[in-house]
């Protein structure tokens, strides 16, 4: 697969290809063998560099397995044992970039998807997940620094884009998935301040915030991930990607040839398209960002809450407030200002039966308690706090 | 006198001490235990299920009615007797196959059977063929639900069917299976009973396959 996927972007011409290895579970709780596989990527790419001059890198994304076990154990045990390996051999394995789809709070959110739960998403997200990304992200950039790899950076993918497959399938409103999409931004910068630099996972939707926030490089997928999960982001995804990708192809036989190397190519287009308009000047860039934007975000608030200025008033909020949990609760805050200002505007489309959720949504986030304190007690007291262990996260009670 | 349309109602609604006032208060009119289920709380579910596969319901609305047929249920339980005691519609062992960590379909499948009367006993994530078996031989299980996201563990789902036939329980289930990479053919390919597209959609397969048993 990767001798064809190399071998047609040669062809092509592409400026730069970006390989990512997203480890299977197996391959992370036996990182000898995930290492094994990095080694016989980075020998491929570095081939096809020195015979046919194709500029490449290789991430490395290992698996969160520490959600193998629940509740799970965050700071310790062979989970992250194994991972912490991982990330220790991926600069002799050859692996350019590290990242993960780190899931820490996630055994929390998932509760608050199903539930539309706002509260509890916010503790999933601004005290959890937040608190775990600090851990994780401080250990990563460490491996990083010895072992030579760039700390990339993270996503949001077990929160958010869960909440938008919920939401394509008609399960919870898209109101509330654009919502978790905002919310998971403070945590998702936290691997920034930790160190890492970008690119961003492709997955990481929220992209648009951490290039705001921070000025990283981001890595996004949109309608060309279509074979992984549909979404109505399609096109606006692609308005202010850096690296443009794909997501989970079936490597199946089609007509013309494998699905893996059919998709490159259609990477490659979409690439070459974004170039020759970066190259004719603001005017040219803007134009196409702006058909991208406009193209799909009236259509749904998932889509609205990605314009590049809805993403520039949010984030100028939420580096306002200085704790995590703050900032997610912020962010819930802005976005349903923007989504309700729009919609009242007629400016955005929301289905019938979800504007009476904006209302709901609107309350519950309203009702937010000013100190984080007063959450973590709340939440500590639902038969939901079986879920998961507090000394995991390092929250004293 | 209160009916068990209203009673209905206030478990579509989701109105949980609603429901359970209008239990008692229809309880002490001598109404029997016995006849809550069919008349009000099947429908009531039935009725949740059919707005959630018209896409009229979010998955928190199934929930929240859910919670209220229990409210009824939980009052009913313990007060019938011998022939008027309430079997669960069949007892499914279910679990997100070997290697795979993805659950929310799974969970919100399970939701919706343990909704519909079915007991459910969840396996988690990651399930080994090893402990489908032995949960089956344990609970007495007729029906095992498995789930897949990726395409390299849904090879696990033949895996677990396989394991079945060697411990003598494949004819004792019915097993049916789900997933986003999982088709119809590919049930079938691998000798499975059914094949969920949906939730919805499971709990109606889960009774056909009952019915068949």
Not at chain 1, 310 to 331: F, H, N, P
Not at chain 2, 57 to 68: G, Q, T, W, Y
Not at chain 2, 79 to 96: H, I, N
Not at chain 2, 180 to 195: K, N, Q
Request: charged share 25%; hydrophobic share 45%.
């Amino acid at each position: 697969m990767i001798e064809g996927v190399c071998q047609r972007a040669v062809e092509l011409e592409v400026a730069g290809l970006l390989i990512e290895f997203e480890a299977l579970p197996e391959m992370t709780t036996k990182p000898e063998w995930g290492l094994e596989i990095t080694s016989l990527l980075a020998e491929t790419l570095k081939r096809f560099h020195a015979t046919r001059g194709l500029r490449t890198a290789l991430r490395l994304t290992p698996n969160d397995t520490r959600e193998l076990r629940r509740p799970p154990l965050m700071r310790k045990g062979e989970y992250w044992e194994g991972m912490l390996k991982f990330f220790d051999g991926a600069g002799s394995a050859g692996a350019d970039l590290l990242s993960i789809e780190s899931t820490g709070g996630k055994e929390v959110s998932d509760e608050a998807l199903l539930n539309v739960d706002v509260p509890v998403l916010v503790f999933a997200l601004g005290i959890l997940a937040a608190r775990d990304m600090r851990f994780l992200w401080r250990e990563m950039v460490k491996a990083c620094r010895e072992s030579g790899v760039v700390p990339a950076g993270d996503t949001a993918c077990g929160f958010a884009n869960t909440a938008m497959v919920l939401a394509e399938q008609n399960l919870v409103p898209r109101v509330f998935a654009a919502l978790v999409r905002v919310a998971a931004v403070p945590r998702s910068l936290v691997a920034y301040e930790m160190g890492a630099v970008g690119p961003s996972k492709d997955c990481a939707y929220e992209g648009p915030y951490m290039k705001a926030i921070t000025g990283v490089p981001i890595s996004m997928e949109g309608r060309s991930a279509a074979c992984a999960h549909l979404s109505h982001v399609g096109n606006i995804a692609q308005a202010l990607c850096d690296c443009w990708s794909n997501e989970s192809v079936q490597n199946i036989r089609l007509l013309s040839t494998f699905a893996p190397t059919v998709s490159l190519e259609q990477l490659a287009y979409d690439c070459r398209l974004l170039n020759t308009a970066a190259g004719d000047g603001d005017d040219g860039v803007r134009r196409l960002r702006d058909w991208l934007v406009e193209s799909d975000a009236v259509r749904d608030p998932q889509a609205w809450v990605l314009r590049p200025d809805v993403v520039l008033r949010i984030s100028k909020q939420i580096v306002e407030e200085r704790t995590c949990y703050r900032q997610t609760r912020c962010a819930i805050l802005a976005a349903l200002a923007e989504i309700k200002r729009a919609y009242d505007a007629g400016q955005l489309r929301i289905p019938a039966r979800e504007v009476k959720w904006l209302a709901k949504l609107q309350r519950d986030a309203e009702a937010l308690p000013d100190r984080e304190e007063e959450l973590v007690t709340e939440v500590l007291g639902m038969p939901l706090a079986a879920k998961f262990l507090t000394e995991s996260y390092g929250l004293d009670v | 006198m209160d009916t068990f349309a209203e009673l209905q109602q206030a478990i579509i609604d989701g109105v949980a001490p609603r429901a359970k006032e209008l239990t008692r208060r229809m309880l002490d009119d001598g109404i029997k235990p016995s006849e809550f289920f069919p008349k009000a709380i099947i429908p009531a579910m039935d009725e949740v299920g059919r707005r959630m596969r018209d896409c009229e319901f979010f998955i928190p609305e199934v929930l929240i009615a859910a919670r209220s047929a229990k409210g009824a249920t939980d009052i009913l339980r313990p007060l019938l007797t011998g022939d008027e005691s309430v079997q669960p519609a069949g007892t499914v062992v279910c679990g997100t196959v070997k290697g795979d960590l993805h659950d929310i379909g799974k969970n919100i499948v399970a939701m919706m059977l343990e909704s519909a009367g079915f007991r459910i006993v969840d396996l988690g994530v990651d399930v080994s063929p090893e402990r489908i078996i032995d949960a089956v031989r344990e609970q007495q299980a007729n029906l095992v639900a498995l789930s897949a996201l990726l395409t390299t563990t849904m090879l696990n789902m033949k895996g677990t069917i396989e394991a079945l036939v060697g411990a003598g329980l494949r004819d004792q289930v019915k097993v049916m299976v789900g997933g986003a990479p999982v088709t119809e053919s590919w049930a079938r390919s691998i000798g499975a009973d059914g094949y969920g597209k949906d939730a919805p959609g499971a709990v109606e397969l889960a009774r056909r396959l009952v019915a068949q048993a």
